[in-house]
């Protein structure tokens, strides 16, 4: 009796043992196992643009990682449960990728809240603590931040006020460039993009022109340039959005984290699940980017415009919104690119894991539980 007794109490130290094991690997050592995986895509030199200048001294390239819809939970939506568990994915996900893999620069395309539109300036300020708090990055890392229809409100609700403050807050105004090592990333407010000379489209509108000027004076290829430019040297821009651009369905789309098939074909409609064709065919007439990346619709997609534009819209980084999140891996020179998708954990299989560990360990308490009769 006494030996059993000690077999048993031996049994629930290596159970305790087993489950802090368990949590230990579920919440940490999976993310390093899983995203230990994925690798910076490797330039090919057969896709080089040879129209752009080559310099010894500027292409280095450039490491940027692209995310979109983390939808920190507010007070209104999700359960407490559900908040604290999604942070802490997103959280370690995130953390585990600069560990590792250390970019030049993070892009975070949109809807960064899921209820700034509604909130007041009080949870605003804690909602912007717990994005820096969760998403924060080394000091030798840049990032930056496009604004999301969950942030400020579709086109119709945007207030002046509103849209202030998450420029203020994230320093984020509604068109941005942002070059790094002459790789020329233009940051747009989509919900900017409606054309009505509202008194957010039409400076945003000026700004996108006033971008377009300086990449073609860079191109020696403008009538009013004065002999200077606010571009060094030129290269194609990388555009990145909230919407992506403009198509009818995600039928077109085909990848790992597509759109689940009972939804692929449903309609998209203009200025909501995307960028109306008119503004998605002028961003291309004026900017001629190389790569396109935007989020919004939570799921992820890839086409082409114009035989050489590539366009990714990548999925939803939050575990809320989809079972396998991902993000994107860019690295870039002036006169080339590549890029590549890096998946995150599934959640199905941390709860397989925890399921069947937890079953075991019972299993193993009710068989060595000692007997009164023994």
């Known amino acids: 009796m006494i030996y059993l007794r000690k077999k048993f109490r031996r049994t629930l130290l290596s159970a305790a043992l087993g489950l802090i094991f368990t949590l230990l690997f579920c919440e940490y050592l999976l993310y390093y196992i899983v995203l230990a995986q994925c690798g910076w895509p490797t330039l090919d030199s057969r896709k080089e643009d040879l129209t752009v200048s080559q310099t010894e001294a500027t292409d280095k390239p450039v490491r940027a990682m692209f995310i979109a819809d983390i939808h920190l939970l507010g007070s209104r939506n999700g359960h407490w449960f559900d908040k604290l ?17 250390r970019p030049d620069v993070v892009f975070i395309l949109g809807d960064v809240f899921d209820e700034g539109q509604w909130c007041s300036s009080v949870e605003f300020e804690s909602y912007i603590r717990r994005f820096h708090s969760l998403f924060y990055v080394p000091k030798n890392t840049y990032l930056y931040v496009v604004a999301g229809n969950h942030d400020v409100g579709f086109h119709y609700a ?8 998450f420029i203020n807050s994230m320093k984020s105004p509604s068109v941005r460039r942002v070059s790094i090592r002459d790789n020329h990333f233009t940051l747009i407010n989509s919900m900017a993009l409606e054309g009505d000379g509202c008194f957010l489209c039409r400076p945003a509108e000026i700004a996108v022109n ?32 909230h919407y992506p651009m403009y198509r009818e369905s995600d039928k077109i789309c085909n990848e790992l984290d597509q759109a689940p098939d009972d939804i692929k074909g449903i309609k998209f409609r203009e200025r909501w699940e995307c960028l109306s064709k008119e503004a998605s065919e002028q961003l291309l007439d004026i900017l001629n980017p190389r790569l396109i990346v935007a989020g919004h619709t939570h799921h992820g997609c890839r086409r082409i415009h114009r035989d050489d534009i590539l366009e990714f819209t990548i999925s939803s980084f939050s575990w809320r919104n989809k079972v396998n999140p991902s993000l ?8 080339n690119y590549a890029v590549s998708k890096c998946y995150m954990p599934v959640e199905s299989t941390v709860i397989i894991i925890y399921i069947s560990l937890t079953c075991t360990m019972i299993y193993l308490i009710i068989k060595l539980r000692p007997s009164r009769f023994e």
């Open 158 to 165: 945007i207030t002046p006020y509103r849209n202030q403050r």
């Open 85 to 101: 568990r999604r942070e802490w994915q997103m959280y370690r996900a995130f953390q585990t990728m600069m560990t590792i893999h």
């Open 210 to 241: 006033k971008i377009a000027k300086d990449l073609k004076c860079a191109r020696k290829m403008g009538s009013d340039c004065n002999n200077t430019s606010a571009i060094s040297r030129y290269s194609r821009p990388i555009l990145l959005q």
């Open 328 to 335: 994107l891996m860019g690295t870039f020179t002036p006169r």
